[in-house]
């Protein structure tokens, strides 16, 4: 069995910055890569950024203002959120996969076959 638990969402004006942590346990990390999905108001949730062992992806709308890292073999996972956008806000989640190329894991849409872990979200508002 994998936990993941999602923190520090919150309010923040346009141009701001958050950072999101995703706290793992439970499984051989190995085995599993980690990327961070946004539930966006009236939108389908979409990956954004996605982690494996080697490598990690961004989409284009938040590569250079989103920083993905991981410490202890990815039990938290971070996501360093700068430069804020209106179009940014949500339920932003983590979610675990075996999916072994991190673009692959990111461009998962529903029902989301392939990711088999999921926390339970954090809301990123964004507002003035």
């Known amino acids: 069995q994998v936990q993941l638990v999602e923190s520090g969402g919150g309010l923040v004006q346009p141009g701001g910055s958050l950072r999101l942590s995703c706290a793992a346990s439970?499984?051989?990390?190995?085995?599993?890569?980690i990327g961070w999905f946004r539930h966006a108001p009236g939108k389908e949730r979409d990956g954004f950024s996605c982690?494996?062992?080697?490598?990690?992806y961004y989409v284009d709308s938040v590569k250079g203002r989103f920083t993905i890292s991981s410490v202890s073999g990815k039990k938290t996972v971070y996501l360093q959120m700068d430069n804020l956008k209106p179009e940014d806000p949500g339920v932003y989640y983590c979610?675990?996969?075996?999916?072994?190329?991190?673009?692959?894991?990111?461009?998962?849409?529903?029902?989301?076959?392939?990711?088999?872990?999921w926390g339970q979200g954090t809301q990123v508002t964004v507002s003035s």
């Open positions: 982690i494996s062992n080697s490598e990690k």
């Open positions: 979610a675990a996969s075996r999916t072994r190329n991190v673009r692959a894991m990111c461009a998962i849409k529903s029902p989301f076959l392939g990711l088999d872990y």
């Open positions: 439970g499984y051989t990390l190995d085995y599993y890569n």
